[in-house]
């Protein structure tokens, strides 16, 4: 299939090198030189900063969209609409309203999109999904998780610190794969509390933000998504009435990716503990493009999807209201 990129910075890079068995086309964006240096890796690309031009061409079957916020859902809605299967990078938008339109287009149209939730397709997660779904945690409980940023100098001046083109902080940014990752092990949740504060940087989004989210079964999510880390981390735990997964790290400046599962023993103790450590390279990247080709030649609704994005959104529009930050 024919593959069109639009936003060619670290993520649309990350992207072009997952193009197994397709050809990319075009490379887009609003700094030609960059649009340049990915063209130029893949001889006979063409380099353009319109995306519009790109959008309608006859021989795209497939857009990745990875540019700022503020463009991802009005980008999306166009591919759609002129029947591009279409790779939308989380949060897919600012707010979930601007969501519903790129929904509603694709209802009417056979293009499929898929939301870029890249951290489900790490290995240690790929793994957790395998055991939840053999039932070896039993019912699940509770998930507690914790993922932040180091921090560096002038990040309060980056794009991501202006509302308008980012519609929010660290909630936004990380902290919506937390809210992602939780709804794909625990559903739907119906309560949402939580709090989002700006504590050390000097800009007008959060720079911490803090959740205790509830399904109707009672079951649980307390997260917490923040660049005062001082240095890079990740988290997530989740708890069953038969044992515990434990996963730590991403890779890189995250450590290595690593997950534990503890099995209680029907005397319960001290549990029996298996580890897998990932010390490779990251495949989420090839895995995920992968599963999306796999999408469209079946014909089937991507697993991470708009909806989920819409959902994960609103959550986060409701922790900036209670915080005040609506202004987002």
């Known amino acids: ?6 936003g060619c910075g670290l993520i649309g890079q990350k992207r072009a ?31 353009l900063t319109d995306w519009r031009a ?13 540019t700022l916020h503020a463009t991802l859902a009005e980008i999306g809605l166009a591919a759609v609409q002129a029947g591009k299967h279409v790779l939308l990078e989380k949060p897919a938008g600012r707010h979930s309203s ?22 489900r397709y790490h290995r240690a997660f790929r793994k957790a999904r395998e055991l939840v779904d053999e039932n070896a945690l039993g019912e699940l409980m509770f998930i507690r998780a914790r993922y932040g940023h180091g921090g560096r100098v002038g990040y309060d001046k980056e794009w991501r610190a202006q509302p308008a083109l980012s519609g929010g902080g660290e909630l936004i940014d990380q902290g919506i794969h937390l809210i992602d990752l939780a709804r794909w092990f625990l559903g739907d949740f119906t309560d949402v509390q939580g709090h989002a504060h700006t504590y050390f940087w000097d800009m007008p989004v959060e720079d911490n933000g803090f959740l205790l989210l509830k399904t109707p079964k009672q079951q649980t999510a307390f997260l917490h998504a923040s660049c005062t880390e001082w240095k890079n981390l990740f988290s997530f735990e989740l708890y069953g009435k038969k044992g515990k997964i434990d996963i730590n790290g991403l890779g890189g ?29 990251d495949d989420s990247w090839s895995f ?21 994005a819409h959902s994960a959104l609103k959550i986060v529009e409701e922790i900036y209201k209670k915080s005040n930050y609506e202004n987002q």
């Open 17 to 47: 090198q997952t193009l197994s068995n397709c050809r990319l086309v075009a490379c887009v964006d609003l700094v030609l030189e960059r649009a340049e240096a990915l063209a130029k890796q893949f001889p006979g690309t063409l380099a």
């Open 288 to 308: 995920e493009f992968a599963e999306f080709l796999e999408d469209i030649a079946l014909k089937r609704q991507p697993a991470a999807g708009m909806q989920d």
């Open 98 to 119: 601007e969501l519903e339109f790129v929904i509603a287009a694709a209802k009417k149209s056979n293009a499929l999109v898929r939301v870029g939730f890249n951290h």
């Open 253 to 281: 400046s995250y450590g290595t990716e690593r997950i534990s599962f503890y099995k209680m023993s029907p005397k319960m103790g001290p549990p029996e503990t298996l580890v897998w450590e990932y010390p490779m390279a």
């Open 54 to 66: 790109v959008v309608n061409r006859t021989d795209v079957d497939i857009v990745i969209i990875s």
């Open 1 to 6: 299939m024919n593959i069109a990129i639009i």
